[in-house]
């Protein structure tokens, strides 16, 4: 009986000896090329830098051994103890600026969520020139940080300043042209300039999450007979926790971290009022040329908002736990 055979188009032509199989295409290495420009910039940008001035904060690098940084002599804690240190000088004035940052920020981030709620409340409902006034509600924070500072900086001019012109010419709420870039006055010209450019970044975060929350509770909560601040407590801030939750964090690190608005609206010679506490270790560095003091004050800065940041995800998250129980 002959022998059934695969025709011939169908047989598999055998593979010759001396050529290679052929190799699959190594995709599990795809992501991590698309993933290795993100993670060498950030370590150019960020771990690099760190890591330095962690390092920096236990050497004396003063400037007899900025040429030689490298061979500048270990310090150890030294130079967190003249930190902090209140007998002296260095340590009263990083009180000082500590606690003038905690004011600032206080202000400004209180300030600014108040006015970006009200701005983001009041244009909820369309109404005719709505889009006019989000557009001008946005401007201070989309026009470029240094331009918007410097022009502050003239309308806060003693003699020749818009602010002085209108509140003594115009108005005659002041007697005489106080100084705002100097004394005390300092404290409220850079918490001004800060608030007109941080609610507007309020006023867009509430405004995007506004959107999210159905028309339907604010009307089956009007026939129930709630008042509009009974809506706002019982409908619009519990559906907004978790943006407020983000957005309150992110603004105290960025307004306790503001270096350029007051680099920019004092200058390299701050008043004590206004010396904020990245700029005070910016002087402590490069004005008195002590790196070392200047890196273990960033380090202590560091540890101040991470112990800040893991205090308040942990109360959020424990709340956000305890309601959803």
Do not use: C
Not at 38 to 46: F, G, N, P, R
Not at 92 to 109: D, G, I, K, P, R
Not at 167 to 196: C, R
Not at 308 to 314: A, I, M, N, R
Request: aromatic share 14%; hydrophobic share 55%; no cysteine.
């Amino acid at each position: 009986m002959p022998s059934k055979t695969a025709p011939e188009s169908t047989r598999t032509p055998p593979q010759s000896a001396d050529r290679p199989a052929p190799r699959r295409p190594r995709r599990h290495l795809f992501p991590y090329l698309i993933l290795a420009p993100a993670v060498i910039l950030e370590l150019l940008i960020h771990i690099v830098p760190m890591a330095t001035g962690f390092w920096m904060s236990f050497v004396e690098l003063t400037k007899f051994f900025i040429r030689r940084w490298t061979e500048a002599p270990f310090a150890g804690l030294e130079n967190f103890q003249i930190a902090i240190d209140l007998n002296t000088p260095v340590g009263q004035e990083f009180l000082n600026s500590f606690l003038v940052t905690l004011a600032f920020t206080a202000l400004v981030v209180g300030i600014s969520w108040t006015l970006g709620m009200a701005a983001a409340v009041a244009l909820q409902r369309p109404f005719r020139g709505r889009g006019v006034f989000r557009t001008l509600f946005l401007i201070p924070y989309a026009l470029p940080l240094y331009a918007s500072v410097i022009t502050w900086n003239f309308m806060l001019q003693r003699d020749t300043g818009a602010v002085n012109h209108f509140l003594v010419n115009q108005l005659g709420i002041l007697d005489s042209a106080p100084f705002w870039l100097i004394g005390d006055n300092a404290f409220i010209s850079v918490v001004v300039v800060a608030i007109w450019r941080m609610w507007p970044f309020a006023f867009l975060m509430f405004m995007a999450g506004l959107q999210s929350i159905p028309g339907e509770l604010y009307e089956a909560s009007a026939m129930d007979g709630a008042t509009p601040m009974r809506q706002w407590r019982s409908v619009t801030l519990p559906m907004l926790a978790p943006v407020n939750q983000t957005m309150l964090l992110v603004m105290f690190l960025w307004v306790f971290n503001d270096f350029n608005t007051p680099y920019v609206l004092f200058g390299t010679a701050q008043p004590p009022a206004g010396d904020l506490i990245s700029f005070h270790i910016y002087n402590s560095s490069f004005l008195s040329w002590d790196f070392g003091v200047g890196s273990a004050m960033s380090v202590l800065l560091l540890l101040f908002l991470l112990a800040v940041s893991l205090v308040y995800l942990y109360f959020t998250q424990w709340k956000k736990e305890k309601n959803n129980a």
